[in-house]
RNA sequence: GUCCCCAUCGUCUAGUCUGGCCUAGGACGCCGCCCUUUCAAGGCGGCAACACGGGUUCAAAUCCCGUUGGGGACGCCA
C-alpha cells in the first residue's frame, strides 16, 4: 500500500518552526517511501482561523520547498462527511446524546480543579432511559453526541516512542457533534483521515495523549488504523515548548533575517533527528536518500539559533555568487543600491565583490550591508576604526605617498598594488601595517575588511585614489 | 492534581534495541595555536556529559525497578 501522508495546520497564525517541522518530516517520508503528501487546513475554529494566515502557511511551506502532491484541502468544507461519520457512530450506538449544559459541565470541572481532584464527565446522560431520550429529543432539548469509550486499554507501537498504553478509563467520553451539529476535532480529523486513506500520521508530541481517543474512533468504525509517529516538540532556551515568547517562530521571520531556505531545512531536520554517520550539511537530496523513523529522537530539542547561523553560513558558502546575487536583489533595492548594470556590464565584477564576502557572511543579511562599501563611496569612518589607525599625525602624509605610488602602479592588481606599498613602506622606512590600516579605512570605513589588495583592486584605481583624497582631506582638516 | 512522554558535554547528537570494541565519538558555541595586513573562511588542538539510587551480570551509558527533574495533555479549541 503506498505511504499517505497529511500536514494539518490550523490556519490561527503563521507558520512557525514547530509546525514547519512537522511538515518537513511528513514531506520526508512521503518523498523517502515514494508516497503522497498531502496538505489540509484545519480550519474549523471560526473564531481563530483566519484567510490569511492560510496564505502564509501555504507561502511558508512553499518557501521552505515543502511541495504537496493533494490539496490544501479545507477541513471547514467537511463538514458533510465529518457529519456523516458522526451519525454512523450514533447508528453503532458509539455515540449517545448527551443534554448536560456547557455551563454546567465547566462550573463541575473548576470546581474539581479548586478541590484538585481529577475530574472526568460522569456519563449522567448515558444513564438516561430510552423513553426519556425520545421525550427530550421530542421537546427539542438541545443535546451534544459523547462518544461511548469502551472498557479496556488502547495502546500502539509509535514509530518514535514504541509501545504506548492508555488506560481507557482516563479518557472521559468525549463530544463528536456539538449541540449546534457541528463535528469537534477528533471527529473530524479521524473523518478526514479515513477519507483520505492517510496511512502514516505524523505530528508533534502534543497530540500524544490524542492518540488513543482517535484509535478508538477508527475501531468503532472498523476502519483501519494508521502508524502513528508523534516528534517531539521543539523547545525554547527555557526547554519549555518554543512559542512567541522565546522570539522569532515564524518562517517568515528567518527568511526576513537573511536565512536560506536550505539552511533552515536542512537545520530543522537535524532537530530531533540524526542521520547517525555525524554528517550535519545534509541538502535537501541527501536528506531524501537517508531519512528514516530510525534517526528520529524521543527528546525535545533547544531550537539553538548559533547552529542555524552556521548551517547558513555553510549554504552561503557553497552557493554560487550569482545566486546570492539574486537572492539579495531586494534588500540592495531597498537600500538604493541596486543598478541594472550588476547584472549587465558590471556582472562579473560584482561576483568577484560577493565571492570574496561569501566566507565572511553568515546571513544574506551580511551580504546585503557589507556590499555596500563596493557599491557607493558615501560611507562614514567607524569611530573605533579611525581612533585605533589613525592617530598617527604622520598619516596624511604617509597616505600622499601611498597615493601617489598607487596612481601609478602597473597593472593594477592584487600583486602590483601589494609590491608598490610594500615598496612605499620600505622607502619610508616603516612597517606595511602603517600603510595598510589606514588604506583600509580609507577603503571601506571600517577596521575590518576582506584582504585589503582585494579591495582595492575591486574598487579600481580611480575609486581607490578618490576615497585615499577622500581621508587626506579629513586628517588634513582634523589637525 | 491525574494521565502520558522524556532524561549522554551549555546546545544538537552517536552509542542503548542486539551489555564487553566507550579511556563515551562527532557537530555548534567557547578558548588557544597555525595561516595573516584586519576580520572571516580553512587547518590543528583544548575545555566540557552517561541525573540519582538500587538491582541483574564476570561485565551496565546500554537491561529491570524506584527516585528526582523536565515536558506535554487533560475544552461543546484545533
Known amino acids: 500500500m503506498s505511504v499517505r501522508v497529511r500536514f494539518a495546520p490550523s490556519p490561527t497564525g503563521y507558520l512557525h518552526v514547530g509546525g514547519a517541522r ?20 484545519e480550519d474549523t475554529d471560526l473564531e ?28 471547514s468544507q467537511r463538514r458533510d462527511l465529518h457529519r456523516a461519520t458522526g451519525l454512523k457512530l450514533q447508528a453503532s450506538r458509539s455515540a449517545y446524546p448527551c443534554f448536560c449544559e456547557p455551563a454546567e459541565l465547566q462550573r463541575r470541572r473548576q470546581e474539581a480543579e479548586r478541590l484538585g481532584v481529577t475530574w472526568k464527565y460522569e456519563r449522567t446522560c448515558l ?3 430510552p423513553e426519556e431520550v425520545q421525550r427530550r429529543v421530542a421537546v427539542g432539548q438541545p443535546h451534544a453526541f459523547r462518544f461511548r469509550v469502551p ?3 488502547t495502546s500502539w507501537s509509535d514509530r518514535v516512542h514504541g ?7 482516563t479518557l472521559e467520553d468525549f463530544i463528536l457533534l456539538r449541540s449546534d451539529g457541528t463535528p469537534t476535532y477528533h471527529l473530524s480529523v479521524v473523518s478526514d483521515d479515513v477519507d483520505m486513506k492517510i496511512t502514516d500520521v505524523i505530528r508533534g508530541d502534543d497530540h500524544l495523549s490524542n492518540t488513543p481517543k482517535q484509535i478508538l474512533l477508527y475501531r468503532a468504525l472498523g476502519e483501519p488504523i494508521p502508524t502513528f509517529a508523534h516528534l517531539p516538540l521543539i523547545l525554547g532556551p527555557d526547554k519549555k515548548r518554543l512559542s512567541k515568547r522565546h522570539g522569532a517562530v515564524a518562517v517568515t521571520e528567518y527568511r526576513e533575517a537573511g536565512y536560506l531556505p536550505e539552511a533552515l531545512f536542512n537545520f530543522l531536520a537535524l532537530l530531533g533527528w540524526s542521520s547517525g554517520d555525524g554528517r550535519e550539511f545534509l541538502p535537501r537530496e541527501e536528506l531524501i536518500r537517508r531519512f528514516s523513523f530510525e534517526g528520529v529522537g524521543k527528546k525535545g530539542a533547544v531550537f539553538d539559533e548559533q547552529k542555524l547561523e552556521w548551517l547558513n553560513s555553510q549554504y552561503i558558502n557553497a552557493m554560487p555568487a550569482a545566486a546570492i546575487r539574486e537572492a539579495i536583489r531586494g534588500e540592495l533595492k531597498a537600500r538604493g543600491l541596486w543598478d541594472a548594470s550588476l547584472e549587465g556590464e558590471r556582472r562579473e565584477w560584482f561576483e568577484k565583490v560577493l565571492e570574496t564576502l561569501k566566507p565572511r557572511s553568515r546571513k544574506l543579511s551580511d551580504l546585503a550591508r557589507d556590499s555596500a562599501i563596493f557599491l557607493s563611496d558615501d560611507f562614514a569612518y567607524d569611530p573605533g576604526a579611525a ?6 599625525p604622520e598619516t596624511a602624509r604617509r597616505m600622499v605617498a601611498l597615493r601617489d605610488a598607487l596612481e601609478r602602479v602597473e597593472p593594477f592588481d ?13 622607502g619610508m622606512g616603516i612597517a606595511a601595517a602603517k600603510l595598510i590600516h589606514p588604506l583600509r579605512i580609507a577603503l571601506t570605513g571600517q577596521a575590518v575588511s576582506p584582504g585589503i589588495f582585494t579591495v582595492l583592486t575591486l574598487v579600481g584605481r580611480e575609486g581607490a585614489l578618490r576615497r585615499i583624497d577622500r581621508l587626506i582631506r579629513s586628517q588634513e582638516l582634523g589637525r
Request: proline residues 1%.
Open 163 to 169: 509501545r504506548t498504553t492508555f488506560a481507557n478509563e
Open 22 to 41: 512537522t511538515a518537513l518530516f511528513n514531506w520526508l517520508f512521503a518523498r523517502t517511501s515514494r508516497g503522497v503528501f498531502i496538505l489540509r487546513i
Open 151 to 153: 472498557e479496556g486499554v
Open 48 to 75: 481563530r482561523s483566519k484567510e490569511e494566515m492560510t496564505a502564509a502557511i501555504l507561502e511558508g511551506l512553499r518557501w521552505l520547498g515543502l511541495d504537496w502532491d493533494e490539496g490544501p484541502y479545507y477541513q
Open 127 to 129: 444513564a438516561l432511559l
Open 387 to 392: 581612533a585605533k589607525h589613525l592617530g598617527d
Open 414 to 426: 592584487e600583486a602590483a598594488t601589494e609590491a608598490a606599498l610594500r615598496k612605499a613602506a620600505a
